[in-house]
């Protein structure tokens, strides 16, 4: 059972270039969120995707947009690259269906795939 | 703004050593989660805690939350060269049906054979 695939691994562009990294959910998973980690610092919240749309963004300019496909794979695209856009590049699967609405606490097994390392220069 | 802070930054230790890392918000937890991140992988979700003063042991390592759900530490007894790694802590965030992980900036350990 494949763990959480990104694609590519490594990645060098020039500022002002647009990125598309890519990502393979873990089997029966629905839900992708992405991260950006930049260098020694724990991983920040990009946006959420399930039903291929998204469902909740964190504080990213509009540069970064995402998109997810029928099979649960997603994309995440970056335009008018920055050199502070250079930062390993998260995404994390998790399956809806092990929610437990009724007991007032949320069961989180998400997991990460190995990331998309990004360098802008 | 919920901010994890996390302390030590950085820990040299020799192998054998005790080490005690901690992780400290500015809000309270919804659900605290630790994780352990190698070079070249993901975070890997170590535990998750729910209850103030919940205390929860895996293997040689002991994470305890505190009493008012804005602290943790971790502790790892008799550390190991495996337990390299960037030691992360995260709350989980919940809006609606959807949800996301704020991370602390990490502990960076380094473990001496």
């Known amino acids: 059972d494949a763990g959480v695939t990104q694609s590519p691994t490594h990645l060098i562009k020039t500022r002002g270039q647009q990125v598309t990294l890519r990502c393979s959910p873990k089997s029966g998973h629905d839900t992708v969120s992405w991260y950006q980690q930049a260098l020694g610092q724990g991983p920040q919240f990009i946006f959420q995707?399930?039903?291929?749309?998204?469902?909740q963004r964190g504080n990213f300019p509009d540069r970064f947009s995402g998109h997810q496909f029928p099979n649960y794979s997603s994309e995440l695209n970056v335009n008018a690259l920055l050199l502070g856009d250079s930062a390993l590049y998260l995404c994390?699967?998790?399956?809806?269906?092990?929610?437990?609405?009724?007991?007032?606490?949320?069961?989180?097994?998400?997991?990460f795939g190995p990331g998309t390392r990004l360098t802008v220069t | 703004t919920q901010l994890l802070e996390q302390s030590p930054q950085f820990l040299s230790i020799q192998e054998g050593e005790n080490l005690t890392v901690y992780c400290n918000s500015s809000?309270?937890?919804?659900?605290l989660q630790w994780y352990r991140q190698e070079p070249g992988e993901g975070p890997v979700l170590l535990v998750t805690?729910?209850?103030?003063?919940e205390v929860k042991k895996l293997k040689r390592l002991t994470f305890q939350f505190g009493d008012a759900r804005k602290d943790s530490s971790l502790h790892i007894t008799a550390a190991q060269p495996g337990d390299t790694g960037l030691y992360l802590c995260a709350d989980l965030n919940l809006m609606d049906s959807s949800y996301k992980l704020i991370f602390g900036s990490g502990t960076r350990l380094l473990v001496r054979p």
């Open positions: 994390a699967s998790r399956d809806r269906g092990r929610n437990y609405p009724n007991s007032g606490r949320f069961r989180n097994e998400q997991y």
């Open positions: 805690v729910v209850t103030g003063g």
């Open positions: 995707y399930y039903e291929e749309e998204e469902r």
């Open positions: 809000s309270v937890f919804s659900s």
